[in-house]
């Protein structure tokens, strides 16, 4: 099978694993692959197999300000490119992530009568208006209406959660029952044997008084809420002083958010048992988990979150938003704690009270959360694998080339430019 896989290229991001590890799977199991990261940086397509590796560039065009219409344009450059492509060397199915990527591989599919398959990781600005975070960085009306086409399709769709098949069904799927549900997997050996001399020195590094450690790792995007944690550590360490929180992430809008994470800082008056780490390598993310004593994630929305699942399956307790995603993961007081939702304002996010007792709670009795982490590794294992997601998707793959119907009678989905 020859697949023609299109997503962004952030290398960060968990659509980044979750395609880095299908792709990979295709690719060991002696697939064709040609890979078209979306980048305005570095705009080029690969082809992979066999042994060979091709890269060739996608031409831009210049001068575009709006960071929207560049968006648009690299579509454009991509279609254009890759349409050639196609010509020379037909593919069996388009396999395309998210909202831009879905633009380009709509088009194509129409071009060359080619199934097309989209899964669809998030709706990212619509669920930002949900939850009240346009205030803080704009919600751009051209990204929703391509993700309101994204939901609209009637080619095959994916997602990673019945939570966002419910969103993609409310915002107007004709068939939101024929959405497949694939949930994130966890490389379960990656998690569980990382080196003991590197998890101690880490973890002497980052608590080196022998104090309890709470992790964070996520993008510094605003749905993230890592202002709420913050808020919460002044109060955790009213009750146990003797606590360090790390923060592992960095994102593209953190300069719009760190203003806000200082003013918190500030009015905490202290900044001593924070250490932010920045961007950390994906291969080094293990040892974080298995120095921390718990995991937070004190996020306004998700999908299918591998820091959740990555951090369970490594036996570190999970903290999470009381989030329907986080739902189908976590089972409070079973497999970890869901924190409710509170109303601040316009944002719904983490009650921030309930989030410190949280932590307190975990770091205190032991046995609950060897309970937890003893659960949540069973969970991992049985329901979110690797193995089961390839499987899944491999199934998935069969169904969608021997089910193609002729692309001729699927609308286009070309959004208009507006801003």
């Known amino acids: 099978m020859h697949v023609l896989s299109i997503a962004p290229a952030f290398s960060t991001t968990g659509v980044s694993v979750h395609v880095e590890q299908v792709n990979a799977h295709l690719i060991s199991s002696g697939h064709e692959i040609t890979l078209a990261p979306l980048s305005v ?48 060397r037909p593919v069996d199915l388009i396999h395309t992530h998210d909202w831009l990527a879905a633009r380009i591989g709509q088009e194509l599919a129409e071009r060359s009568d080619r199934p097309h398959l989209t899964t669809v990781h998030t709706l990212a600005e619509i669920q930002r208006a949900q939850v009240g975070l346009p205030g803080r960085l704009p919600v751009h009306r051209g990204q929703v209406a391509l993700e309101q086409e994204l939901c609209r399709t009637r080619g095959t769709v994916a997602t990673v959660s019945q939570s966002m098949k419910s969103l993609i069904g409310r915002h107007g799927h004709s068939a939101p029952e024929e959405i497949a549900v694939i949930p994130n997997g966890v490389d379960l050996e990656r998690f569980t044997r990382p080196a003991a001399a590197a998890v101690s020195e880490l973890r002497k590094r980052l608590a080196p008084d022998d104090e309890k450690l709470i992790l964070f790792v996520g993008r510094l995007a605003p749905q993230k809420g ?60 293990p040892l974080y988990y298995h120095a921390a004593d718990c995991v937070v994630m004190p996020s306004l929305f998700e999908a299918c979150p591998y820091v959740a699942l990555e951090a369970m399956a490594s036996g570190t307790c999970v903290i ?99 801003g």
């Not at 202002?227 to 960095?250: E, H, Q, Y």
């Open 41 to 88: 940086e570095e705009p080029r397509v690969v082809s992979c197999g066999g042994g060979r590796r091709e890269v060739r560039p996608v031409a831009m065009p210049s001068g575009i300000d709006d960071w929207f219409e560049e968006k648009l344009a690299l579509a454009d450059a991509y279609v254009e490119a890759i349409g050639a492509e196609l010509d020379r």
């Open 320 to 418: 999470a938003s009381d989030l329907d995603s986080l739902r189908e993961i976590v089972v409070t007081r079973e497999n970890g704690l869901l924190v409710p939702i509170d109303y601040h304002g316009r944002i719904h996010g983490p009650d921030v009270d309930a989030l410190a007792d949280a932590q307190v709670t975990v770091l205190e009795d032991a046995t609950l959360r060897a309970r937890l982490t003893d659960n949540a590794r069973t969970t991992v294992r049985r329901r979110f694998s690797l193995a089961q997601q390839l499987e899944a998707t491999d199934e998935l793959y069969a169904n969608s080339v021997g089910a193609m119907e002729p692309h001729s009678q699927v609308a286009p989905t070309r959004a208009r430019r507006v």
């Open 226 to 285: 890592l202002d709420f944690l913050l808020r919460s550590t002044f109060a955790v360490r009213k009750s146990a002083p003797n606590t360090r929180w790390a923060i592992v992430g960095d994102h593209v809008a953190s300069h719009m958010m760190k203003p806000v994470y200082q003013q918190v800082i500030a009015e905490g008056g202290y900044d001593d048992h924070l250490s932010f780490e920045g961007q950390v390598a994906w291969t080094d993310i």
